[in-house]
């Protein structure tokens, strides 16, 4: 099997799963960059970059969920912040005129002007927005970090084992080699001494 041969059976062996909103092109892409950048040689180092593809692949999933769930996060998040915020403390805060307007801060200018006088009384900006999100869903960013060292173990775990086998086929190499010059003169005076006269 040849090494190109090699790498795509691997390929098709070690792809992850996608997603619905992920593309075997982009896959394909990052496989064949990491292939340019180590430069696998072998069935062994093909097995191993076909692992670290697809450890980087999840990486940069989670990385993408992590913002998508700060995200979705972000509605919930600003009608809080307006419940607290209600120009009249004395008076129950309006929860539905919250919902609507937290609603429409995504889509209508007039709302995301009237949010922003709100926060601005206090002294705050869209960024507080942000923050409550991310507040809201520390437990579930605190277990996609966990996710993510988990994966950079393994990512580094390859790595080393890709330098070990190089070193190790490298020391392999240089011992055989050692062993053929050394014996050479050995064989040489092995030789019987062919078209001698008798």
């Known amino acids: 099997m040849s090494q190109s041969s090699a790498g795509r059976a691997l390929e098709l062996i070690s792809r992850p799963g996608l997603t619905i909103t992920e593309s075997a092109g982009d ?14 040689r072998g069935f ?6 076909a692992d670290m593809s697809a450890i980087v692949w999840e990486s940069l999933r989670l990385r993408r969920c992590a913002a998508a769930i700060i995200n979705m996060a972000f509605r919930a998040a600003l009608k809080n912040l307006l419940v607290q915020f209600w120009k009249n403390p004395d008076e129950p805060a309006p929860y539905q005129e919250s919902e609507v307007l937290a609603f429409e801060w995504f889509t209508d200018p007039n709302a995301k002007q009237r949010v922003a006088e709100i926060l601005n009384k206090f002294h705050l900006d869209e960024t507080a927005i942000e923050a409550e ?6 437990a579930d960013l605190e277990l996609l970090d966990r996710m993510l060292m988990s994966l950079e173990a393994r990512r580094n775990r390859a790595l080393r084992s890709i330098a ?4 190790s086929f490298a020391e392999k190499v240089q011992q055989v080699s050692d062993r053929i010059i050394n014996a050479e003169p050995l064989l040489r005076i092995r030789q019987p001494a062919g078209g001698a006269s008798a």
């Open 27 to 40: 896959y394909d892409s990052l496989v064949k960059s990491l292939q340019q950048e180590i430069s696998p």
């Open 133 to 138: 999100a991310i507040r809201s869903v520390a």
């Open 164 to 167: 070990d086998y190089r070193a």
């Open 44 to 49: 062994i180092e093909h097995m191993y970059v």
